[in-house]
């Protein structure tokens, strides 16, 4: 059974950092590429970073590039989200979530390439 959990959200304010951690079990960690998204109430759930395996290749959306970085440590099966200089509009729920397909980082931007997510941790900004 796949298990994803994710940890490391809570209220900060705007302009300081935040990380988030994802530990995965049951599947191979280091051979599924692994996202994360974010959500907030009404709107889908959105790309926000992805690293492949071995964590050479790394794509992020644009709002968040320069400030977010996403790493993964395979020997502890975890996967990180840095996030710094917050803003409010990066308040969300945070999800972590692993590849359907091992060995490929392609259509890493898309949730639906994605099989298994975490509960979520809610990220919550203030000025």
């Known amino acids: 059974q796949v298990q994803l959990v994710e940890s490391g959200g809570g209220l900060v304010q705007a302009g300081t950092s935040l990380r988030l951690s994802c530990i995965v079990s049951?599947?191979?960690?280091?051979?599924?590429?692994m996202g994360w998204f974010r959500q907030t109430p009404g709107k889908e759930r959105e790309f926000v970073a992805a690293?492949?395996?071995?964590?050479?290749?790394?794509k992020y959306t644009d709002s968040v590039k320069g400030r977010f970085t996403i790493s993964r440590d395979n020997s502890k099966n975890t996967v990180y989200l840095q996030m710094n200089t917050l803003k409010l509009e990066d308040t969300a729920v945070y999800y972590c979530?692993?590849?359907?397909?091992?060995?490929?980082?392609?259509?890493?931007?898309?949730?639906?390439?994605?099989?298994?997510w975490g509960q979520g941790t809610q990220v919550t900004v203030s000025s």
């Open positions: 979530a692993i590849k359907q397909t091992p060995g490929i980082f392609a259509n890493s931007d898309n949730a639906q390439a994605y099989d298994y």
């Open positions: 049951g599947r191979t960690f280091s051979y599924y590429a």
């Open positions: 690293i492949s395996g071995l964590g050479s290749s790394t």
